[in-house]
């Protein structure tokens, strides 16, 4: 497994793999991986020659009151696992580099982004965007992979990739849960004790709303309320939002009559957690 | 000579050139060929394996009153031309297919847009880095040649490939000239022959202003007072702007001290036509 610390270095190795016909699939992430990451990279190592895994805390991606600083790192254990899952390079840029001065570019999409998450941050999208494409142009991969839990991410990569015609496949990775059904997540390690119990609100709210809509309720101002109510019924629990919504375009049903996109946003303690599940109607 | 319509085969074409190790030289236009475009064509000829011209008239870089519909065409000629400079390939899009329904991802600069052209057409370059991104993924060159005329949009795509970690080699092609000094543009065919006469203001203005920059004057307010009387001596003619500016930044400059960039726009009838050079200050 090679680690290359600079763009230039891993267009280099990119080049040369592509120049041998080989292909690539590409599993970007902001490191400290968890057995979501490790999905995403046991599903990309049959699909190409070569799997790259890139390590990268994205600051434009974060808005000024966001947890850039205090996000949790750990370089050692994430080059160890990406080893055992058969990772082929590692690209571990650092900030300035990426950022070099007189930066000045930036991707914008009109409407994706300002649904759910982007409601609360702003520049998060463009700046995933962004760095998307960058690592895009540095890594030169066929097949790009990124987790559903981020679902608004995943479909405005998807959208951007559509609408600039990169020449490159995006694919999902399904949510991966703990046990109890917490989705996987780095910032799952800020939780205490008591907060953990609080963040299975998320996941439980879901699996309800699932049973509501096979019972026929497809009203989602009834289920929202439900669901509402259950959450704040946790401790430290602060809801964001509720979204039914076309998982499409991300905009609000108002009637549950095909699939939809229940996504949610709650802070627990100081933690933002995000879950979402995809619901069909009843036959 | 082979003509692509869709990007779906210009890609394949591309992708199966790149598969052999070929090179690719990319000149985007417009259309309306003249001899700046056949220069840029020129110039591309030995620098690589392939050479494609692509003749697209870009909805998303003309502003609401500007004159998308009236756009000159002759794609006849255009091919006949193309033949003869030497291009394997021509991609000749249609705007459905560029701009499919639910496009709406865009490529924003933050500083470089706001200067020059940028403040009477303020969706313009956006338009353009858009557009541009989408061919080069489209095309995927190892080299892409501007104009030099469009001074501004050429700073603008360099910046972007820049900062978006494009691999792809931006060059500039010198200004062609008529003889009396006219700097080549598509649309020059818009002009009466009295208009023709007083386009030839901003060629002169520039000359006018290197002689007296090569006298010593430093002050870019004297020179821009003596051109603006110039110009306006011409019968039909409407100063936009007229810019001492940094050839970098694209910034005002207060003295004229080292290298830089007079660029001019004037509307001359109805015709918005521009113009620049890099001037040096005397040793």
């Not at 793999?17 to 046991?42: A, D, N």
């Not at 082929?88 to 999409?109: G, M, N």
């Not at 702003?122 to 790009?144: C, Q, R, S, W």
């Not at 987790?147 to 998807?158: A, N, S, V, Y």
Request: charged letters at 20%; proline letters at 6%; glycine letters at 6%.
């Amino acid at each position: 497994m090679e680690i290359l610390k600079t763009k230039r270095l891993m267009q280099q190795w990119s080049r040369a793999r592509k120049k041998k016909g080989k292909t690539i699939c590409f599993v970007p992430t902001m490191g400290y991986l968890h057995q979501g990451h490790i999905s995403l990279l046991e599903k990309g190592k049959p699909l190409c020659d070569e799997l790259v895994l890139s390590i990268f805390v994205n600051p434009s991606q974060f808005g000024p009151n966001e947890d850039l600083d205090a996000y949790p790192m750990d370089i050692d254990n994430d080059l160890r696992l990406a080893a055992v899952a058969g990772v082929t390079a590692v690209f571990l840029p650092q900030k300035e580099d990426i950022y070099p001065p007189h930066f000045q570019t930036r991707i914008c999409l009109d409407s994706l982004p300002h649904h759910l998450c982007g409601m609360s941050r702003p520049v998060h999208f463009g700046g995933v965007a962004t760095v998307v494409t960058k690592l895009f142009h540095i890594v030169m991969p066929d097949v790009a992979i990124f987790g559903k839990k981020d679902f608004q991410q995943l479909q405005i990569i998807r959208q951007m990739t559509w609408d600039l015609d990169f020449n490159i496949e995006i694919m999902g990775g399904e949510i991966v849960r703990e046990k109890d059904g917490l989705a996987m997540s780095s910032r799952n390690a800020y939780l205490t004790a008591d907060q953990r119990k609080s963040a299975l609100s998320l996941s439980r709210s879901l699996h309800m709303a699932g049973q509501v809509i096979a019972k026929g309720e497809k009203n989602p101002l009834v289920i929202e309320k439900e669901i509402s109510c259950f959450i704040q019924s946790f401790p430290q629990t602060r809801i964001e939002y509720i979204s039914f919504c076309d998982p499409a375009t991300l905009e609000t049903v108002g009637v549950i009559d095909k699939q939809i996109l229940l996504a949610l946003a709650v802070q627990v303690g100081k933690t933002r957690l995000i879950d979402n599940v995809l619901i069909d109607p009843p036959q």
